[in-house]
Structures are given as structure tokens and as C-alpha cells.
Nanobody, 114 residues
Framework: QVQLVESGGGLVQPGGSLRLSCTAS????????MSWYRQAPGKERELVARITQSGTTLYADSVKGRFTISRDNAKNTVFLQMNSLKPEDTAVYYC????????WGQGTQVTVSS
């Protein structure tokens, strides 16, 4: 079992930046892949970025070059640095991993608006 807690969301103007954090209740070393998903109103949940234990990353086309995912196993934390934010990035952002089962955080709201 592991609990994932996201933080760092908020209201930001277009072009601004936010850094999301996902802190786990125990070591994430055993989880090979840690991911960020997002869900906008009326839309399906979609993969934003993921990172493996070795540091290999994958990004949705819509965020490439603007978002950066990283992990700090010593702090049991995964980060999502979001730059050049756009209104279409507005969504609830979720941390996700899997082991014996799927593990989701409760989500953190990101709103990009002037």
C-alpha cells in the first residue's frame, strides 16, 4: 500500500509556471514508473508525463518542451515542473503508479487564466 499526495496547484496566468509535487507515504524506489495524469472538465483523464526508475521520460505531445518530470527517490517525491502554461493546461492533475494495484493521488487543481 502507498498513499500519494499531490501539492503545488493553483491559479496562474498564461505564460506562468507551477511546480507540482507528489509525495508518497513510503519509498517509491520499488515503483519503476511514476506518472502524472490530468483531467479537464468534460474530458477523459490523459497521461501528461511519466518517468522510470532509470530516468527515462515520456511526455504527451501537448506538453513537450514545456513540462519536465523528475523524481527524488530519497524524498519519495515526484515533481512536475510546468512552464509556459496555457489555458488548455487547466485541469486536475493526478499522480499515479502501480504495484499490486493502481495507486492514484487525490489530485491538485491547476487553473491557467488571466
Amino acid at each position: 500500500q502507498v498513499q500519494l499526495v499531490e501539492s503545488g496547484g493553483g491559479l496562474v496566468q498564461p505564460g506562468g509556471s507551477l511546480r507540482l509535487s507528489c509525495t508518497a507515504s513510503r519509498s517509491i524506489f520499488s515503483f519503476n514508473v511514476m506518472s502524472w495524469y490530468r483531467q479537464a472538465p468534460g474530458k477523459e483523464r490523459e497521461l501528461v508525463a511519466r518517468i522510470t526508475q532509470s530516468g527515462t521520460t515520456l511526455y504527451a505531445d501537448s506538453v513537450k518542451g514545456r513540462f519536465t518530470i523528475s523524481r527524488d527517490n530519497a524524498k519519495n517525491t515526484v515533481f512536475l515542473q510546468m512552464n509556459s502554461l496555457k489555458p488548455e493546461d487547466t485541469a486536475v492533475y493526478y499522480c499515479y503508479t502501480w504495484g499490486a494495484r493502481d495507486y492514484w493521488g487525490q489530485g491538485t487543481q491547476v487553473t491557467v487564466s488571466s
